[in-house]
């Protein structure tokens, strides 16, 4: 059908620019008006819109997921400045997230220091033939693949 100088099958490829907003007010005007006139045009709009909203939202969300992620390290690792930390333990007390998220973090510090010191540990209480004979192994490994890893150690 065509409404406002446009067919259905133009309208649906421009669809996704329509929803976008990213197309010449021009064209913008023109899809508009086919999309007042055109009932299955406007359904198709209708849902198309509908998935895009859902998309943007879970795109801003983890976005902000991975912000706060940040900071949590930062505030962690001692690297924010003073002027942030005040800002942030504000957010702390007033964002259940923020506070949930901190103490995920914090626990998974924890357990990764602990498995950390438990390797220590056991490496200095038992060396024996077997540890060495591992560490070598391991040593060996790495060699194995040491221009793998090289990258790892530029810096
Ligand atoms: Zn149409």
Known sequence: ????????????????????????????????????NCPMCMERYTVVKKLYNEAERKRKLIKKQEMMQEEISEYLDGEMSEKDIVHFEQKLSTTPQYEEALIATMKLKRLLNNSFYKVKYNLSTDLTDGTIEKLKNSAGFFMKFKNLFSHLFQR
Request: proline share 0%; net charge positive.
């Open 1 to 36: 059908m065509l409404k406002g100088n446009l067919t259905c099958a133009i309208v649906n490829q421009l669809l996704t620019f329509f929803v976008e907003d990213n197309m010449d007010k021009r064209y913008r005007d023109m899809v508009s008006t086919h999309l007042r």
